[in-house]
């Protein structure tokens, strides 16, 4: 079992930035391709970027591409994005999840998930 817990969530105005943290416990986290989503409400849950392992491979949705990037520290046991210019639409729930399947950016290829952390975009 993987516990993730995210943290780093809030309001913001458009424009501004924030930075998630979901930090892992339980297995070893550097054996874990790490992912990020998230879910608007009425909306399906949607892929935000993924990083693997070790951190040499990274994808990310094209609606992210360029404010938003995804990073790791297995020393933290910890997954991090880091975003900035962000625009209302941004406004989600943000899920980290953990996988074996590699840098993938669908949702059945994780098998642990956290509560999410709330983002808020004001314009």
């Known amino acids: 079992q993987v516990q993730l817990v995210e943290s780093g969530g809030g309001l913001v105005q458009a424009g501004g930035s924030l930075r998630l943290s979901c930090a892992a416990s339980?297995?070893?986290?550097?054996?874990?391709?790490m992912g990020w989503f998230r879910q608007a409400p009425g909306k399906e849950r949607e892929f935000v970027a993924a990083i693997s392992w070790s951190g040499r491979s990274i994808a990310d949705a094209d609606s992210v591409k360029g404010r938003f990037t995804i990073s790791r520290d297995n020393a933290k046991n910890t997954v991090y994005l880091q975003m900035s210019s962000l625009k209302p639409e941004d406004t989600a729930v943000y899920y980290c999840a953990a996988g074996f399947r590699g840098v993938v950016a669908y949702k059945s290829a994780y098998d642990y998930w956290g509560q999410g952390t709330q983002v808020t975009v004001s314009s």
């Open positions: 339980g297995r070893t986290f550097s054996n874990y391709a």
